[in-house]
Each structure stands twice: as structure tokens, then as C-alpha cells.
């Protein structure tokens, strides 16, 4: 079991920066892979970020690919995503999440819809001047 908890939401210009935060409490925290999702209104969420600690590897979405970036401290149990230069398009409701299973390669933690997940609540984020 694994619970997800994320804050840093907010409001923010165009061109701006943020840094969301995720805290994570429970089993085999380092070895799972985890992810950012958002989730912006009328459309499917789509997983952003992902990393996969055992592999050492990284995904990104081609649309934040440059600006956003996924970082963890195990030693905190927690999971950033820093965002700069946020644009309007990047508003959406974002979500945190950690592979059910340990070492999870990215692509299915990120693209596959159907691997099984932890979620956090979700942090709204708005771009706007």
C-alpha cells in the first residue's frame, strides 16, 4: 500500500515557474517508478513525466519535454516535478502516482492506461496572466 498526497498548486503567469511536491508513505517507496499526470478539463489524463528508479530511466511528454522535470528524495519519500516557463496550455488538475508494481518500465507507467497505480488527490495548476 502506498498513499499520495501532492501540494504546490496554484496560480501563475505565463512564462512563470512552479514546483509541485508529492509526500509518500508506505512500502518499497525507492524501487517503485512513479509518475505526473494531468488532467485538464474535457480531456483524457495524460501521463507527463515518468521515472523509473531501478532502470534509471526517464520519459517525458514531447509537450513538456525542455521545461518540466521529475525528481524524488527516498529518503523523504517524496516525488517534485519543477515546471518553468508554464504556458496557458499547461493548466490542468495534476496528479502524482506510484506503480503498483516495483520497477515498473516507464512507458507503461506513463502510456499504458491500464497499469495498476497509487494516485494522489491532485493539485489544480493555472496558467494565466
Known amino acids: 500500500q502506498l498513499q499520495l498526497v501532492e501540494s504546490g498548486g496554484g496560480l501563475v503567469q505565463p512564462g512563470g515557474s512552479l514546483t509541485l511536491s508529492c509526500a509518500?508513505?508506505?512500502?518499497?517507496?525507492?524501487?517503485?517508478?512513479?509518475?505526473?499526470?494531468?488532467?485538464?478539463?474535457?480531456?483524457?489524463?495524460?501521463?507527463?513525466?515518468?521515472?523509473?528508479?531501478?532502470?534509471?530511466?526517464?520519459?517525458y511528454a514531447d509537450?513538456?519535454?525542455?521545461?518540466?522535470?521529475?525528481?524524488?528524495?527516498?529518503?523523504?519519500?517524496?516525488?517534485?516535478?519543477q515546471m518553468i516557463n508554464l504556458k496557458p496550455?499547461?493548466?490542468?488538475?495534476?496528479?502524482?502516482?506510484?506503480?503498483?508494481?516495483?520497477?515498473?518500465?516507464v512507458e507503461d507507467m506513463c502510456r499504458n492506461t491500464h497499469t495498476q497505480k497509487y494516485w494522489g488527490q491532485g493539485t489544480q495548476v493555472n496558467v494565466s496572466s
Open 24 to 59: 509518500a508513505s508506505g512500502s518499497a517507496f525507492p524501487y517503485r517508478t512513479i509518475g505526473w499526470f494531468r488532467q485538464a478539463p474535457g480531456k483524457e489524463r495524460e501521463g507527463i513525466s515518468c521515472s523509473n528508479p531501478v532502470a534509471g530511466t526517464e520519459l
Open 63 to 81: 509537450s513538456v519535454k525542455g521545461r518540466f522535470t521529475i525528481s524524488r528524495d527516498d529518503a523523504k519519500e517524496e516525488i517534485y516535478l
Open 89 to 105: 496550455e499547461d493548466t490542468a488538475v495534476y496528479f502524482c502516482a506510484a506503480a503498483w508494481g516495483l520497477a515498473l518500465p
